[in-house]
Nanobody, 115 residues
Framework: QLQLVESGGGLVQPGGSLRLSCAAS????????VAWYRQAPGKQRELVAS???????SYADSVKGRFTISRDNAKNTIYLQMNSLKSNDTAVYYC?????????WGQGTQVTVSS
């Protein structure tokens, strides 16, 4: 059973950057799927970025070229580097890990992009 804890959210101006971290309570070495989702007010949760096995990361079109997902298995941590932030990136960001049939979610971290 993994527990995921996100950090790094906050208030940032448009065009700014943030790096989100997701610390797992145990090893993620054998966890094949890790991802970041987000949910804006009044909207459904959406997949932002993911890594499956050893394949290249995948990104939503809306963040491609601006966000980078990575994982550090030695530190049991998943990252989301967010650059050139826009107001419509404002949302609660959730870390997710899947080792089927088990799925794990963090509690979420708020990202607000506003001047």
């Amino acid at each position: 059973q993994l527990q995921l804890v996100e950090s790094g959210g906050g208030l940032v101006q448009p065009g700014g950057s943030l790096r989100l971290s997701c610390a797992a309570s145990g090893s993620i070495l054998s966890v094949p799927f890790v991802a970041w989702y987000r949910q804006a007010p009044g909207k459904q949760r959406e997949l932002v970025a993911s890594i499956t096995g050893r394949t290249d990361p995948s990104y939503a079109d809306s963040v491609k070229g601006r966000f980078t997902i990575s994982r550090d298995n030695a530190k049991n941590t998943i990252y989301l580097q967010m650059n050139s932030l826009k107001s419509n990136d404002t949302a609660v960001y959730y870390c997710h890990a899947a080792q089927l049939p088990r799925r794990y979610w963090g509690q979420g971290t708020q990202v607000t992009v506003s001047s």
